[in-house]
C-alpha cells in the first residue's frame, strides 16, 4: 500500500487551487487551496462507502460537518479550530437518534438517546464514554436507572 501523499498545485511557491489527498487506509479527501491554506468545502470518502463533508477556513475545519455512513447513519456536527466542537446529533438508519457534544474532539456533557421505539434514555459523557447516572424512560413511563463509570456499566 502506498503512503499518505497529496496531489495539488503551486503557485509563487504556495499550494493553489483544487487538491486532493489520499491517506494510505483507503480515504480520499478533496479540498481546495488558497493562498497556501485550505479553504472552502471539503469532502472525505473512504473505502467502505462512508463519506464526510466539512469546510476549510484559513487552513483548519470550522462550521456544521457531516458524515453519512454506507450502514444509512448519519451524524451532524461542528467544527471548531480543527476539531469536533458543540452539539451533535447521530441519527441511526434504524430510527434511533442520538444528541451529544462535542468539546475539544471529545463526547462530553449531556446527552439523550431517542430509541425508535419512544424510548428514552439520558446520561453523560466524559471524554468519550458514559459516566455517572443513566436513566432509561420506557414509553409506559417506567424509569429504569444504571451507574455507568470510565464506559462500564457498574450498577
Do not use: Q, W
Amino acid at each position: 500500500m502506498y503512503e499518505n501523499r497529496e496531489e495539488s498545485d503551486i503557485v509563487d511557491g504556495k499550494k493553489e487551487g483544487p487538491a486532493v489527498y489520499y491517506f494510505k487506509c483507503g480515504m480520499t479527501e478533496y479540498y481546495n487551496y488558497v493562498n497556501g491554506k485550505k479553504e472552502g468545502p471539503a469532502t472525505l470518502e473512504v473505502s467502505n462507502g462512508d463519506k464526510g463533508s466539512y469546510t476549510y477556513k484559513d487552513g483548519k475545519a470550522e462550521g456544521e460537518a457531516s458524515m453519512t455512513y454506507a450502514n444509512g447513519d448519519k451524524e451532524l456536527f461542528l467544527y471548531k479550530n480543527n476539531l469536533k466542537h458543540g452539539p451533535s446529533t447521530f441519527y441511526y438508519a434504524n430510527g434511533d437518534k442520538e444528541v451529544t457534544n462535542y468539546e475539544n474532539d471529545y463526547l462530553e456533557g449531556p446527552a439523550t438517546f431517542y430509541f425508535a421505539n419512544g424510548d428514552v434514555a439520558n446520561y453523560n459523557y466524559f471524554r468519550n464514554k458514559k459516566e455517572g447516572e443513566y436513566i432509561l424512560t420506557k414509553t409506559n413511563g417506567d424509569k429504569i436507572k444504571s451507574l455507568y463509570l470510565s464506559g462500564y456499566k457498574v450498577k
